[in-house]
């Protein structure tokens, strides 16, 4: 039985190619036993995150599992945020060759020429890209605003034109959508980095929450 509980669960999950990690539980010790006796594929035994006692097996087990599981997967996300920190501000201090770029300025130029590896955002951010198009040479401008400064944000005239028209607002999106975008576009990572350690910390008080690690130098 064991035996094709393995086959059968390596055979679903290796379908897939996005899985990132394995929650197992249940009642009673057989899910030690089959996770100690490698019933699994390889593949899918090395992707086995942890082991977690459940008072059920159907459906109810499951919604357990995850709940118990969720304080784990949490400490595993803040692991990660904080490896891809480690990594950026040990880019920061090599000089020329550094991979680290920062500000919304470099990163988003970094972006459009497609050399963005992982992208860093801070869950913190609380920004938005404004779209202004003039209703009559049709002259688009872009600014980044303060989600706090929305309120008052006043519409600019078209300097383009003679009669400078009220520009409109063709559009309004959340930076860290716009960015994720950008990176997601060019094959990029995208990491959202909480507040939960020292490391993400600093990425919104010393580098404004907008950072990255560019595939190879530039010079921006």
Not at 21 to 46: A, R, S
Not at 55 to 61: M, R, S
Not at 142 to 147: C, S
Request: hydrophobic share 35%; net charge negative.
């Amino acid at each position: 039985w064991f035996v094709k509980c393995g086959e059968k669960a390596s055979e679903i999950f290796n379908a897939e190619n996005d899985v990132k990690g394995i929650l197992i539980g249940g009642p009673g010790p057989t899910k030690k036993y089959f996770v100690e006796e490698k019933y699994l594929h390889y593949v899918i035994q090395n992707k086995i995150i942890d082991v977690f006692d459940t008072g059920y097996t159907d459906e109810f087990g499951l919604r357990e599992l995850v709940t118990i599981a969720s304080e784990t997967m949490s400490d595993l996300e803040v692991a990660k945020e904080k490896n891809v920190m480690k990594r950026f501000l040990k880019e920061v201090k090599k000089g020329d060759q550094s991979l680290a770029i920062y500000g919304e300025a470099q990163v988003r130029k970094a972006l459009e020429m497609g050399v963005v590896d992982t992208l860093l955002l801070s869950e913190k951010l609380r920004k938005y890209r404004l779209i202004l198009k003039c209703p009559v040479c049709n002259y688009k401008k872009k600014i980044t605003i303060d989600e706090s400064e929305l309120e008052d944000f006043i519409i600019p005239n078209c300097h383009k034109c003679k009669s400078q028209p009220l520009m409109e607002l063709e559009k309004k999106i959340d930076i860290i959508d716009e960015l994720s975008e950008l990176a997601e576009k060019s094959g990029g990572k995208v990491v959202l980095v909480s507040q939960n350690s020292e490391e993400g910390d600093s990425l919104y008080s010393a580098f404004s929450g907008i950072a990255g690690i560019s595939r190879y130098p530039i010079d921006i």
